[in-house]
């Protein structure tokens, strides 16, 4: 698994204009295929009037899913270039819809390739994108004496706590990169005398 991946920070809308030509680009995450397939015909639906609407999307942490489709431009004048800003910026799990209204001048091949790779770039830029670094879900138990003091010690040691939930005692879910959980343990140890129980979970992805 790969250690951290971007994706963009929200789903939202872009527009250029170039020769009277609009380029509306709309970006969102997408998890899967299928989220990214809906978000492409959303969009579609939304602009029934124009003449083109080109996607590209990156899916996977290692971004092993690429697709794109120039959607009527010619061949790897949209489409392409989408993918190519979407992987240059090491974004994943993402799809880009772009739509074109055509203003009647016509921009040629490479005027198109700049177009549209432009405009997904402009939109990355104006959207903003997160980082999401893979963790282990682990879980602390710990008596109530001490449970205050150690959220307070997690949270400013800048650990991502995840819940804390009472019971006979406390438990804090945290998330660690696998690298720290050793160090983890030994310091979880020294902060509560030996009486805290480490559980490690799955592994997931969060932001940072």
Not at 98 to 103: D, L, Q
Not at 153 to 180: C, K, M, N, Q
Not at 196 to 208: C, F, I
């Amino acid at each position: 698994m790969q250690d951290a991946y971007r994706t963009v920070a929200r789903e939202g809308v872009h527009e250029i204009e170039i020769s009277k030509s609009r380029f509306i680009c709309a970006l969102a995450p997408a998890a899967t295929e299928e989220e990214a397939q809906a978000f492409i015909a959303r969009v579609r639906k939304e602009h029934p009037t124009a003449r083109h609407n080109c996607f590209a999307y990156v899916l996977g942490a290692d971004g092993s899913v690429q697709k794109a489709s120039d959607d009527g431009e010619p061949g790897g004048t949209a489409g392409v270039p989408m993918l190519q800003m979407l992987v240059r910026r090491e974004m994943r799990y993402v799809v880009a819809v772009v739509t074109r209204y055509f203003g009647g001048i016509k921009l040629g091949a490479g005027g198109l390739i700049r177009a549209y790779g432009g405009v997904v770039g402009e939109a990355l830029d104006t959207l903003g994108t997160v980082t999401r670094r893979r963790y282990r879900l682990a879980t602390v138990t710990v008596d109530h004496q001490r449970a205050g003091k150690l959220e307070n010690e997690l949270r400013a040691a800048g650990r991502t706590v995840r819940e804390v939930s009472y019971g006979a005692g406390v438990t804090i879910g945290v998330g660690l990169p696998d690298s720290e959980v050793e160090a983890f343990r030994a310091w979880l140890a020294d902060a509560t005398a030996g009486t805290a129980v480490l559980e490690l979970g799955d592994e997931a992805y969060g932001e940072e």
